[in-house]
């Protein structure tokens, strides 16, 4: 479902008011008829009204107002709704105690969260840095282990909620609701890597609930239980804290205890827990599998060919990508419902799938899932960034932020002009496509985690890296370009500009000099680091096509005369007004380039003159890149992206060049000549050109590639005529390489050491006793072939 | 076995025989090819063309600048041999439309040449049938008399990995089945395979029982988790129906003599590590224990995180200290345990009897400081088991473990090497494991790299499917 809009939102806080009110005044009301009278009038589940009510509650406790305590406060509010309440604070009266506290409320009533300021507020200089300094705790590092649910729910963040993975809220509500209303037990089980806001979420579920025993102080702790009426709630909060009696098959041991005591289970799960887990199902010598190992085995893969014939099992199962729901069954009775999420499959910077949770007709779960899609490079331009996970989180984000333009050292200072550009939603989407893009290449999904380590690099640089939040300001004060002399400011500005977003998210500062930053240790460097758009300049003009170029102005502003000798002037004449560019280029650009013309024109020597203009031309082409989402290698990012797209049919100029590259002629320039594979040695590279020795060969016939995606990979099919040879994965890497097919030649990237192994299995796979065909052995010499012929059949 | 099984051995039913490893000392093995031949070579005989007497060594082919003996015979085809070859072909029914059969025969046995070294004056065939493995042999290419047998060695590893005295087949045995199987399948290797062994050989290639009798059985399911289990297990699977079809022939080959020189690598090592853990169990107070021997054993191999400097993690130095002085060790041991063991005498009464001998102990901690400036067979031969011969061009060889940095040698397997040790840790061909998986199968054959490293290894070979977190559950692909 989409966002609730103004209309809704109106409804339901009128809604909330007359119950609170209702309640101060000591007048009965009934919170189910309430539901449903609302239900009629905004076409909403009876959960989700429930829930939003819930959110109001959360608004109301942040703004020390009273609130409904029977609606608990669940943070992660949608933005609107906390701007309208915030709009409407006077009719929820004055700040004072809580109406109706209980006892347990009251023991887990968290301290009072730090407010961040109104974002239509003006912000004082020593608030805005403030506010920056808070970001130190969100820099990419993180956790080991998952923090304790409590310390989350009692230590509200500074910054906003991030919005949850697809299916990670409507699960929470499906849990909720149904261990509310129903006596079945529930478990719900968040599936994914660290960061992934698993612990979060839980944390959201438990909060304000008592604990049956409260753990030793100072750990996280593998499990957590609270009382939950006549049940129990058991909260395995990070199972990859070990057991001290028993290390394998401890998850499988938790759902079994939760399924005995009949109480509600929630469940962190990381991926490599579920390996750990399948062995020790498979190394146990126990016949037959309890629910534990049936569920462990079924998270791990739901096709497991040791689910069948267990007494234990899962019916009425539903499987998404991402989502997957079924029914506990002990023979044939039902003994709990189950949802899992998995968090780590939805890219954070793709549209979030909607998700439906609700009972079955039969009693059980019901799942709908929309299908899980990649957007194409070239109509990311076209999304909707309030579908957007990251693009919602970077939102809020910056609401709070709000530098003047004039106490803040705008024209020196980097950060100021972080923080302004990325207000601009042109800017913003320029950046998400580029987080996408290095996605695509790296051949992974970047986690809550490494998206905040990214948005921190893009606010602040690497400063985070390399000295405390509290020498920010000492640091700022002491790298304030001077006024000595024109190469001195601009070797100060320099140095600062290494904190702009556009050089920052790219590892920029370690950056050799010839375009390729290194990429160290640091996740998002990782990421971002192959798709820094100096790896991979296309000259051209950009038209948003997939194979634009687009560094033609940046040359140009180099080579071009101006009045003022600035290229940064030139670059912004050269591109229409509403480029991004414009949106980008602040007053810290402008001083930047200032003090470049001035350097310049007080005299350096060749060398320094020319690491300048080396060092400031890679910066303009970030600049101007970044502002228009344009990554290295976009092209092949776009074929990749629409291969995706097509999904069973391989985009028509990829499948030639893949065909080349699996199946090139011995001559490239003749389409007819042979296409042949060495029939013994040890690696089997093509052969071109002329044999300098007599060799045995074999001749490939016509091949056809087809595709198909599991999740976010695309794996390619090989057959002859109607014979499947081999399949591979079609990553970036290997369109990459693909693309880079000229004339059927092969050519040459820096994917070529990741892609050869593979291709030469995939061509091998034709040498294996069942795929060979006795009719297509040649004998080589020189540039002569003749056929090979076989009578000893 | 898990990790731990080892512990639930009741140590006081060990006797002393377990305490010394049935293993003779290996020498310098010029090619990896060797390796298929000479266990081959333990099963069968056959006598080439041109052989003066039954000392004649063999080489495949001879490069510019041999000087090898007059008693190595070259059994590549040239001149009359590779016109015989060509008919011999030719009467299996091979021909080329309108070529002649001398540019098939030589088209064969080029197309046979296997690996080569940089500085190699030899070059073997790949042994993918029977023939071709008896095309070259150990005396042949160390161009001595008397060479140790390999045959024998690795049947006595492979002996040391069973899991239980009931295994039926040997190494040896298994292999030729595989090649067997291979030819049956496949009519161009089978011919090949028949031309060869007419044309080069003086008559047909016949059976002999290998040489392992019941050397090791007192070791059988001792030693899970080990290079020994391993290979046991690996050679199995790898000699199967199962992957035998499912690999190319030379592909085969390649993962085969793999499997094979990790095992001589790897089992050295361990063997070094196990003496050097006796003699601290020796030279210590504890409740003497074949449990807590296993225990106290350090890694095999340092495989240290590939971010360092070479310098850091070479293995070069620290292999040739163990190599030495374990084998300094295994002797003085092996002496001793002659002049004060009978059959019966139990693994823990020999250790305390060894404690309570103080010259003996004396000469354990002089043997333990060995000078290792000292020229080892042994060492060697594990340190060419392990490390890649020619990296590049066209006879490059992909399969090793260790590769020369500079003055260092260093972990740094080929791209082959991760497809046959990942393949084979999945549950059979085209199918998946987890990197826990290959993880763990490192770990047993003594060598534990960084988990980062091993994914990114994984990645470049082109077996790791994605996964969001990068820990065990990364997915693993079998190359095949």
């Known amino acids: 479902m989409a966002d609730w809009s103004d209309e809704e939102l109106r409804l339901l806080v009128d809604s909330y008011l007359m119950m609170l009110q209702s309640e101060q005044a000591g007048i009965p009301y009934n919170k189910a008829e309430e539901n449903r009278r609302l239900q009629l009038r905004i076409q909403r589940s009876r959960s989700s009204i429930e829930f939003k009510h819930c959110n109001v509650s959360a608004v109301l406790a942040n703004l020390n107002r009273p609130y409904i305590s029977g609606y608990k406060p669940r943070p992660h509010v949608q933005l609107a709704l906390r701007r309208y309440i915030e709009s409407r604070i006077t009719e929820f009266g004055a700040s004072e105690a809580t109406l109706g506290q209980d006892a347990t409320h009251g023991q887990g009533q968290a301290p009072a969260p730090i407010q961040p300021p109104a974002a239509s507020h003006t912000v004082h200089p020593e608030a805005f840095w403030d506010q920056i300094a808070h970001l130190w705790d969100r820099s990419t590092g993180g956790r080991d282990v998952a923090s304790k649910p409590e310390s989350q729910s009692a230590s509200p963040d500074y910054w906003p909620k991030a919005p949850r993975p697809a299916g990670v809220e409507e699960a929470t509500e499906w849990f909720l609701t149904g261990i509310s209303e129903s006596r079945m037990p529930r478990f719900l089980f968040l599936v994914g890597g660290p960061g992934a806001g698993k612990s979060d979420a839980a944390a959201e579920i438990v909060q304000g609930l008592a604990q049956v025993r409260t753990p030793a102080e100072g750990l996280a702790h593998r499990t957590y239980v609270y009382e939950w009426g006549e049940k129990q709630i058991v909260l395995v909060n990070d199972a990859t804290i070990s057991e001290k009696t028993a290390k394998q098959g401890a998850l499988a041991r938790d759902i079994n205890e939760a399924q005995r005591s009949g109480n509600h289970l929630v469940a962190c799960v990381n991926r490599g827990v579920l390996v750990e887990e399948i062995a020790a199902v498979r190394s146990s010598s126990q016949a037959g599998y309890q629910a534990g190992q049936v569920l462990t085995t079924w998270l791990h893969d739901h096709q497991d060919e040791s689910l069948a014939n267990q007494d234990w099992t899962i019916k009425n199962s539903t499987h998404h990508d991402y989502m997957a729901a079924g029914e506990l069954h002990d023979g044939t009775a039902v003994r709990a419902l189950i949802c899992v999420v998995f968090t780590d499959v939805c890219s954070l910077f793709e549209v979030k799938p909607k998700v439906e949770i609700g009972p079955s007709a039969e009693g059980g779960i019901s799942l709908h899932c929309a299908e899980y899609r990649i957007t194409p490079m070239s109509a990311r331009p076209q999304l909707d960034l309030s579908l957007i996970p990251a693009a919602e989180l970077i939102s809020e984000v910056l609401s709070l932020l709000n530098p003047t333009e004039s106490d803040l050292g705008s024209d020196w200072n980097p950060i100021v002009a972080n923080v302004q550009a990325l207000t601009d939603l042109d800017v913003r989407r320029g950046l998400l496509d580029i987080f996408r893009a290095g996605e695509i290449v790296a051949g992974k999904r970047m986690t809550y985690r490494e998206l905040w380590g990214a948005l921190v690099r893009s606010l602040v640089g690497d400063l985070p890296d390399r000295i405390t939040r509290g020498e920010l300001g000492d640091y700022m004060a002491q790298n304030k370009p001077s006024q000595n002399s024109e190469l001195q400011r601009f070797v100060a500005m320099k140095n600062l500009a290494e904190l702009r977003l556009t050089q920052a998210v790219y590892g920029a500062r370690n950056d050799s000099g010839d375009g390729m930053a290194l990429r160290g240790d640091n996740p998002v460097i990782q990421v971002l680091g192959p798709v820094d758009p100096t790896r991979d300049a296309v000259p051209g003009f950009f038209d948003q096509s997939d194979s634009s170029g687009w560094s033609s102005p940046v040359v140009a502003a180099f080579t071009g005369q101006s009045e003022s000798g600035s290229p940064l002037a030139l670059l912004l004449a050269s591109v229409p007004s509403t480029d991004a560019l414009h949106s980008i280029t602040k007053a810290f650009d402008r001083s930047l380039d200032a003090a470049f013309v001035a350097a310049l024109a007080q005299g350096m020597t060749s060398q320094k003159r020319a690491s300048a203009y080396s060092w400031y031309g890679r910066y303009l082409t970030r600049l101007y890149a970044t502002a228009n989402g344009i990554p290295a290698f976009r092209s092949d990012i776009c074929m990749w992206t629409n291969a995706w797209t097509l999904s069973k049919t391989v985009p028509t100029p990829l499948k030639n060049r893949l065909k080349s590259l699996l199946r090139p002629n011995r001559d490239p320039r003749d389409g007819d000549s042979s296409a042949l594979i060495p029939v013994f040695d040890s690696r089997v590279m093509p052969i071109h050109g002329a044999s300098s020795t007599a060799k045995l060969a074999l001749a490939s016939t016509d091949i056809e590639l087809v595709s198909k995606i599991e999740g976010e990979l695309i794996f390619l099919v090989l057959l002859e005529g109607t014979i499947e040879i081999a399949q591979i994965n079609l990553d970036f890497a290997l369109v990459r390489e693909a693309m880079s097919v000229g004339s059927n030649y092969a050519g040459v990237t820096e994917q070529t050491d990741r892609t050869a192994p593979r291709l030469e299995r995939l061509r091998a796979a034709r040498l294996i006793p069942k795929k060979l065909d006795d009719k297509n052995y040649m004998v080589l010499k020189g540039a002569s072939e003749w056929q090979l012929k076989i009578s000893n059949k | ?480």
């Not at chain 2, 103080?358 to 060995?370: C, P, Y």
């Open chain 2, 1 to 480: 076995m898990a990790a731990e099984d080892f512990q639930q051995i009741d140590s006081s039913s060990i006797l002393s025989a377990q305490i010394k490893l049935p293993l003779a000392r290996p020498q310098y093995l010029v090619a990896p090819e060797v390796f298929i031949s000479s266990l081959a070579g333990s099963a069968l005989q056959a006598v080439p063309r041109g052989a003066r007497g039954a000392k004649t060594g063999l080489v495949y082919k001879k490069l510019p600048g041999n000087t090898n003996s007059a008693k190595v015979l070259e059994m590549y085809p040239r001149d009359e041999d590779l016109l015989r070859l060509g008919n011999e072909l030719a009467a299996d029914g091979i021909t080329t439309l309108h070529g002649s059969p001398m540019i098939l025969a030589e088209a064969v046995a080029e197309s046979v040449l296997g690996t080569r070294s940089a500085k190699g004056k030899t070059q073997s065939a790949s042994p993918m049938s029977k023939s071709l493995a008896l095309v070259q042999d150990l005396r042949g290419l160390l161009n001595t008399n008397s060479p140790p047998d390999l045959g024998k060695i690795l049947e006595s590893l492979y002996v040391l990995g069973a899991p239980s005295i009931d295994s039926e087949k040997g190494a040896a045995s298994r292999l030729l089945e595989a090649l067997q199987r291979r030819t049956e399948k496949d009519a161009l290797l089978r011919a090949i395979d028949r031309a060869y062994e007419a044309s080069l050989f003086g008559g047909p290639i016949t059976s002999r029982a290998p040489s392992i009798g019941k050397l090791s059985n007192e070791w059988v399911g001792l030693l899970d988790d080990t290079p020994f289990r391993w290979f046991h297990e690996k050679w199995n699977a790898l000699t199967s129906k199962e992957w035998v079809d499912a690999l190319p022939a030379r592909v085969w080959v390649d993962w085969a003599a793999t499997v094979l020189r990790l095992a001589l690598g790897m089992g050295y090592l361990w063997e070094a590590s196990w003496y050097e853990a006796l003699k601290k169990e020796v030279l210590q107070d504890t409740d003497p224990s074949w449990r807590s021997v296993r225990s106290s054993m350090s890694p095999a191999l340092s495989w240290n995180a590939a971010s360092l400097q070479p310098s850091m993690r070479d293995v070069h130095s620290p292999m040739r200290r163990k190599i030495i002085r374990g084998y300094a060790l295994q002797k003085v041991i092996d002496d001793w345990l002659g002049e004060n063991t009978n059959p019966e005498t139990t693994f823990e009464t020999a250790i305390q009897k060894m404690r309570r001998d103080e010259t003996f102990r004396s000469i354990l901690v002089t043997a333990s400081n060995t000078p290792t400036n000292v020229k080892s067979n042994a060492f060697e031969a594990v340190k060419y088991s392990l490390s890649t011969r020619e990296a590049s061009g066209p006879f490059a060889d992909y399969y090793g473990l260790l590769r020369k940095r500079g003055n260092y040698l260093v972990p740094e397997p080929g791209t082959e090497w991760v497809a046959v040790v990942a393949s084979l840790a999945c549950d059979g061909p085209g199918g998946k494991c987890d990197v826990s998986s290959v993880l763990s199968d490192l770990v047993a054959l003594g060598a534990r790299p960084e988990m980062t490293d091993l994914i990114d290894l994984l990645e470049q070979a082109g077996l790791a499917r994605g996964s969001a977190d990068a820990d065990q559950g990364v997915i693993v692909q079998s190359a095949f």
